[in-house]
């Protein structure tokens, strides 16, 4: 099971937060406003490797979280708070 610190309650389980998506850069290469905020919300990189992602805490203080993650063995490296 995958668990993170949350700054504020402390070491939790994975299930009690929401994914929110990878950081990235914005796709600038797109002229339609409506096709680049479709591509920043939806399409996802899915890394294999170091990776940066936002999380919810859902089911706790319901703030948000940037964690650094190796996705390759599926562990959390940093949580950024």
Do not use: K
Request: with cysteine; hydrophobic share 35%; proline share 5%.
């Amino acid at each position: 099971m995958l668990w993170l610190d949350c700054p504020r309650c402390g070491r939790r389980p994975l299930e009690e937060f929401s994914f929110g998506g990878e950081v990235r850069e914005v796709p600038v290469s797109l002229s339609d406003a409506d096709a680049r905020d479709y591509d920043e919300v939806w399409i996802f990189d899915n890394p294999d490797g170091e990776t940066t992602e936002r999380w919810f805490h859902a089911h706790g203080c319901r703030r948000w979280l940037t964690v650094r993650r190796d996705t390759t063995v599926d562990q959390v490296l940093e949580v950024l708070g």
